[in-house]
């Protein structure tokens, strides 16, 4: 892709910390990609065990950001503006960008922060106050994304 592309503008790979995954683990997750608005009480009837014991690993799983929940929106019909901020300065940013975060990714050294706004100007605002702290904080406008289950579920690991 480099070669093609050219260098990437921004660039961040966070630290990561190896998690062996148990067999229980994938019959949970397995369950939650194939059916996403299942409940805790319809997994532990499929799988046989108690709803508290579903519902506390999945609270374990989301807790160690093993898990996340991305809602699929059409950011073309909605009304918000979506954008993220890459920064080697999390902390003084964190307070900027928290009221706006839907997520972030972040370890000592650098993190991403994945917002929304209302709107263009508000987001313009965001953004212009993060860079005050940070004025080497890429951007990025996000207008379109998809999650994709056969890719996932081709993560090795």
Sequence with gaps: MTQELGE?????VPAQIPYRRSKFDEAIVSYLVSSPEKRAYEIAEMMKISAKTVNRHIR?????????????????????????IFSEKVNELEG???????????????????????????????????????????????????????FIKQIPG
Excluded: Q
């Design 60 to 84: 374990y799983l989301i807790h160690k950001s093993l898990i996340r929940v991305f809602p699929v929106i059409d950011l073309t019909k909605s009304d918000i503006v979506f954008f993220s």
């Design 8 to 12: 990437p503008v921004m660039k961040y």
């Design 96 to 150: 900027i960008l928290s009221p706006f975060m839907v997520w972030e990714i972040r370890d000592s050294r650098a993190g991403i922060f994945n917002c929304i706004a209302e709107n263009l100007e508000k987001a313009k605002k965001i953004i212009d106050a993060a860079r005050e702290k940070d004025k080497e904080a890429g951007v990025m406008l996000v207008y379109g994304y998809i999650i994709n289950n056969e």
